[in-house]
C-alpha cells in the first residue's frame, strides 16, 4: 500500500525530501536528494482543486459543476492555491531579497522573520 506523503517532519516540524526512489518490478533503488515540485507541497486539497482545474481547462463554470461548489468558492479556492504557491517561493528568497521585499512594504515583519528562518534550517 502506498502511504500519503507527509509534508513536515512528524518530529520537529522542518521540511523533508524524498531520499530514495524504488522499482516495484526490478527492486532498483535510486538514492540521493531529490526535492518536490511546488505543486507535490501542496495540501491534498489544493491539489484535488488544481486537478479538477486544468481538467476543466481554467474553466470556471465547469469547476463549478464537477466539484458541485458555487463560483465564489471555485475563486476562494483558486485564490488559496495561489497564496500557498507564493509563499513557497517566499521561502525560497534570499536573505536579500526578503529584507528588500520587508523594507518595499510587501511582507510584514514576522513573514520576514519566519522566512529568513526557514531559509536558516534548510542551508
Do not use: W
Not at 65 to 70: E, F, H
Not at 96 to 122: C, F, P, R, W
Request: charged content about 25%; proline content about 5%; glycine content about 6%.
Amino acid at each position: 500500500m502506498i502511504k500519503q506523503m507527509p509534508k513536515a517532519c512528524p518530529s520537529c516540524g522542518g521540511n523533508l525530501y524524498v531520499s530514495e526512489f524504488k522499482c516495484p518490478d526490478c527492486d532498483t533503488a535510486v538514492r540521493g536528494e531529490f526535492h518536490l515540485s511546488p505543486l507535490g507541497n501542496l495540501s491534498e486539497d489544493h491539489f484535488d482543486f488544481i486537478r479538477t482545474f486544468v481538467l476543466s481547462r481554467g474553466n470556471i463554470k465547469e469547476v463549478e459543476s464537477r466539484m458541485g461548489i458555487s463560483y465564489p468558492t471555485v475563486r476562494n479556492k483558486l485564490d488559496e492555491v495561489i497564496r500557498a504557491l507564493s509563499e513557497q517561493q517566499a521561502n525560497k528568497m534570499a536573505p536579500a531579497e526578503v529584507l528588500d521585499a520587508l523594507e518595499a512594504g510587501k511582507i510584514t515583519a514576522s513573514q520576514a522573520a519566519e522566512m529568513l528562518k526557514n531559509n536558516q534550517q534548510g542551508e
